[in-house]
C-alpha cells in the first residue's frame, strides 16, 4: 500500500508570493492533518480536515488555509509568504479523527519550502 | 496547556553504547505517549507507543514506559547501531476531538562506528 505523499518535495518561493502544497493520503485515510516544522518552535500543528471539513485549526494566522477535496486530498495554501515561513510541511493521514483514543497517522517525507 | 519536554541533542555514541533521551509531559488527563522517529529527508514514523500508566511501549529493540508519578517517558536501547542515527521526537495525544500530536523539540542522536 503506498504511503503518504506529498508534492512537490521542495520550493522556493520569495517574500509576498503564495504557495500551495498537496498531500495525498494512503488510500482509504479520511482524515488529514497538517504540521509545520521549524528549527525554532519544532512541529506545530496547523489544521486537521476530515470529510471535506477543517475540524480543528493550530494557532497560526489566516494566511495559512487549507481544503480537502472528496478523494480525501488535501491542499494547503500560505499567501503573502513571509521569511519565517521557511519550514518543513509535514501532512499526516488517518483512517478517521481520533476521538477518546488515537487512531494512528502516517506521516508523509514533507515538502521544504524556503522563502527568499 | 499540554506540552512535552524532551533532552536537548545532539546525543553523540559509539556504536553498541546505552541510550537514553529523557522526555518528560506536562498534561490533564491521562494523555497517550508515543516516540516518533525522523530518518535525514524522510517523514515521520511512529516508534512506539504507551496509552496507560504503566504500559511499556517496545520495538526495534527501543523501550520506554509510562511513568504518570514522574509524568516520564524515556527513551532507551541497549545498544544503539549506526543505523539509529536519527532525530527522535517524544508526543502526546490527550484526546478530544482532534487529531493533534504535541511534540517534543526533537533530539538529534548521531551514533558513530
Known amino acids: 500500500k503506498a504511503g503518504v505523499t506529498q508534492t512537490p518535495r521542495y520550493l522556493i518561493k520569495t517574500r509576498g508570493q503564495q504557495v500551495t502544497l498537496s498531500c495525498s493520503p494512503i488510500?482509504?485515510?479520511?482524515?488529514v492533518s497538517w504540521y509545520q516544522q521549524t528549527p525554532g518552535q519544532g512541529l506545530q500543528f496547523l489544521f486537521e480536515?476530515?470529510?471535506?471539513?477543517?475540524?480543528n485549526k493550530g494557532n497560526f494566522p489566516g494566511r495559512f488555509s487549507g481544503r480537502q477535496f472528496s478523494n480525501s486530498r488535501s491542499e494547503m495554501n500560505v499567501s503573502t509568504l513571509e521569511l519565517g515561513d521557511s519550514a518543513l510541511y509535514l501532512c499526516?493521514?488517518?483512517?478517521?479523527?481520533?476521538?477518546?483514543?488515537?487512531?494512528?497517522?502516517?506521516f508523509g517525507p514533507g515538502t521544504r519550502l524556503t522563502v527568499l | 496547556g499540554d506540552s512535552v519536554t524532551q533532552m536537548e541533542g545532539p546525543v553523540t555514541l559509539s556504536e553498541e553504547a546505552f541510550l537514553t533521551i529523557n522526555c518528560t509531559y506536562t498534561a490533564t488527563g491521562y494523555p497517550s505517549l508515543f516516540w516518533y522517529v525522523q530518518y535525514p529527508g524522510e517523514g515521520l514514523q511512529l516508534l512506539l507507543k504507551a496509552t496507560k500508566a504503566d504500559d511499556k511501549g517496545s520495538n526495534k529493540g527501543f523501550e520506554a514506559t509510562y511513568r504518570k508519578e514522574t509524568t516520564s517517558f524515556h527513551l532507551e536501547k541497549g545498544s544503539v547501531q549506526v543505523s539509529d542515527s536519527a532525530v527522535y521526537f517524544c508526543?502526546?495525544?490527550?484526546?478530544?476531538?482532534?487529531?493533534?500530536?504535541?511534540f517534543g523539540t526533537g533530539t538529534l542522536l548521531a551514533v558513530q562506528p
Open positions: 499526516a493521514s488517518s483512517l478517521a479523527p481520533s476521538g477518546s483514543s488515537y487512531n494512528e497517522q502516517f
Open positions: 480536515y476530515f470529510s471535506e471539513t477543517q475540524r
Open positions: 488510500s482509504g485515510h479520511r482524515s
Open positions: 508526543a502526546l495525544y490527550n484526546g478530544g476531538a482532534t487529531n493533534k500530536l504535541i
